[in-house]
């Protein structure tokens, strides 16, 4: 046996995704299930096309974004503030292909109807593992589009709109989104930014301190600002507090001559990931900009954005599950240890089998919630199921997915890196960046923790309506099932679930009682989503099973009993999950232990220490 070298001996071989869309069972099979056979058939060529696209140009570009990240020059050699933002040309390239793509425009084209969602969703999955955080503009940028069908003035419409959802890369132009400032990141009622109309421009005039604007390249920008009155019979500067002040304000970030619109960009921000994505710290002096829709409602107008970033933070966790998923399958074929192939072995298997598993029940929720958006945008929104359905279930299930996505797709990196042993742990692999990049989804539109209470303020402002509304949406999935002795018993368990949560919600629902129920808002927001998202595996499973005895296939066949054992153990013991995550969590006494565990004893200890001697406090 010759002894290895650098150049002699064992080179594993390398793991490799070649075509993303066609080696995924389990994304086909969901959009077999939501589109119809045509509209699939027309559209699968390019999202195949997309795919190769992103596993050879965009991983090139990909590259380089991180190799040359953004640069801020704010001087230039006579001392003059410049503030030009430096980013690279594979960036710019990016703003060119998303264009080209449709990236946007296939959503606001509807060339398929309420499908053209689906479609554009779809393809935004594969596009993301080659556009380098570029997703993260177009999802502001989608959502500005939004907001303007909805609430803009024909004028937004015909020169901002047209250039938002446009395939021309020489006319098609992106949005920024800068709503957080240093008071309150989520809690926008803090806003500090103020508004007041300039009479001589026929414009609002926008100053104040922006902490954490993303894509600062952008050509115009959404962002919230506290309004002063213009009545001429309310004194001068006169302002509502809290979120009831606040109006929304579309503006251009470059006036005609290129020069920033009131803009100084203090810095950049040093973030522990998407390190591609340029991010800033703005100053707005007298920015002129456009309010959209009505003055004081810019929380409530801001809703049309958060409902699409939402479902883009869940899409961009799914592709990155995917993504995950895959590799670490590719590699169990391909690496041999103690005299076996990982995928041989038990435990890895195990431990990619719950990954996998992970991965198709958050397919499932994220397309059930764009099917729910395509057809809002599409049809006629006084159709009783669109208005009675659809967009309040919508607004109770964004937070829901997005905190849920984001939170497994966080874990499931970790996982992945440890499947690939110390050589995930290698930069060159990518997972370090992958990991990082994806941790931001927990953050960016709400943490964990806002968000479920977010989802505890839609329950309160219905009156409960939105939770009743969410239960007889899941019996209506799995109403068909109950007869089909295969998912018997995951529909019990599913059922046992939606009464555990509703009793929890119902007992905790008073002012008294109020504490408990924050308490177990993460624990109750997880539980509704790992609960529908069971229902959604148990109808795919049916689905599947019924086109399997349409088809002589016996790949058919195959896919049916794989989708029916996803259900299954999905659901198994689901009910015993949900008990640890709502009923634990909140029972009467946690409140006030976890205050004396982390707050009591600690404030005590500190009541009763001595004061420390000034020469020692001088030196602290």
Not at 160 to 187: A, N
Not at 428 to 450: Q, S
Not at 458 to 465: P, S
Request: charged share 25%; net charge neutral.
């Amino acid at each position: 046996m010759t002894f290895a070298t650098a150049d002699v001996g064992f080179k594993q071989d390398v793991p490799e995704v070649q075509n993303t869309f066609l080696e995924d069972p389990v994304m086909i099979s969901v959009l077999e299930r939501y589109l119809p056979r045509d509209v699939l058939s027309e559209v699968s060529p390019d999202l195949i096309r997309i795919c190769d696209w992103a596993n050879t140009e965009g991983v090139v570009l990909t590259t380089r974004m991180e190799e040359d990240q953004p640069r801020l020059r704010q001087y230039d050699s006579w001392c003059r503030r410049v503030d030009e933002l430096i980013v690279t040309e594979a960036w710019t390239k990016q703003k060119e292909i998303a264009a080209r793509e449709g990236v946007v425009a296939i959503a606001y084209e509807r060339k398929y109807g309420q499908y053209s969602r689906i479609y554009q969703m779809a393809k935004l999955m594969l596009w993301t593992s080659g556009s380098g955080l570029y997703s993260c503009p177009i999802a502001m940028t989608d959502g500005c589009a939004r907001v303007i069908e909805l609430n803009g003035t024909q004028e937004m419409k015909d020169k901002v709109f047209s250039r938002l959802t446009s395939r021309d890369p020489k006319k098609f132009i992106t949005s920024g989104q800068w709503m957080t400032e240093r008071p309150g990141g989520s809690d926008v009622g803090r806003t500090e930014t103020q508004a007041v109309w300039n009479e001589e421009f026929q414009a609002w005039s926008i100053s104040g301190f922006k902490w954490f604007s993303s894509a600062t390249d952008a050509d115009v920008t959404m962002l919230l600002a506290r309004t002063h009155d213009p009545s001429p019979s309310t004194a001068p500067g006169t302002m509502r507090q809290g979120s009831k002040g606040l109006s929304l304000y579309l503006a251009k970030v470059r006036d005609d001559e290129g020069k920033l619109n009131g803009v100084r960009i203090h810095r950049l921000k040093d973030k522990v990931g998407t390190k591609a994505l340029p991010t800033a710290e703005l100053e707005l002096d007298n920015m002129l900009a456009q309010q959209v829709g009505d003055k004081y409602r810019g929380v409530k107008n801001i809703s049309a954005i958060l409902n699409i970033t939402r479902v883009y933070c869940g899409m961009g966790c799914t592709a990155a599950m995917q993504r995950f998923v895959l590799g670490v399958k590719d590699y169990a074929r391909r690496r041999e240890v103690f005299g076996a192939l990982l995928k041989d072995q038990p435990l890895h298997l195990a431990t990619v089998a719950n990954m996998e598993l992970q991965y198709r029940a958050t397919s499932q929720f994220t397309f059930y919630c764009v099917a729910m958006l395509g057809r809002i945008e599409s049809l006629d929104n006084n159709l009783p199921e669109i208005r009675e359905h659809d967009v309040p279930m919508l607004r109770l299930l964004t937070p829901i997915l997005k905190v849920w996505c984001a939170k497994n797709a966080f874990a499931m990196s970790q996982e992945a890196m440890e499947c690939f042993g110390g050589q995930g742990y290698m930069e060159e692999t990518g997972l370090g960046r992958a990991m990082r990049d994806v941790l931001v989804n927990t953050i960016w539109e709400g943490t964990t923790n806002v968000l479920s209470l977010d989802v505890l303020r839609v329950m309160a402002e219905t009156g409960g309506a939105a939770l009743e509304l969410y239960s007889e949406s899941v019996r209506g999935i799995i109403a068909p099932l109950k007869d089909q002795l295969q998912y018997t018993k995951s529909t019990q368990n599913i059922e046992k679930s939606l009464q555990m949560i509703s009793s929890h919600f119902t007992k905790y629902a008073t002012l008294e009682t109020r504490n408990l129920l924050e308490a177990s808002a993460r624990g109750l927001t997880f539980a509704m989503a790992d609960v529908i998202a069971g229902a959604l595996l148990c109808q795919h499973g049916a689905w599947s099973a019924t086109k399997a005895k349409l088809s002589s296939s016996s790949t058919a066949a195959a896919e049916a009993e794989v989708d029916c054992i996803a259900a299954q153990r999905w659901c198994e013991g689901l009910d015993r999950k949900l008990a640890y995550q709502i009923e634990s969590l909140g029972k009467d006494t946690r409140y006030e232990e976890d205050k004396l565990m982390l707050f009591g004893l600690a404030d005590a200890r500190i009541s009763c220490r001595p004061p420390v001697p000034s020469t020692i406090a001088s030196k602290l």
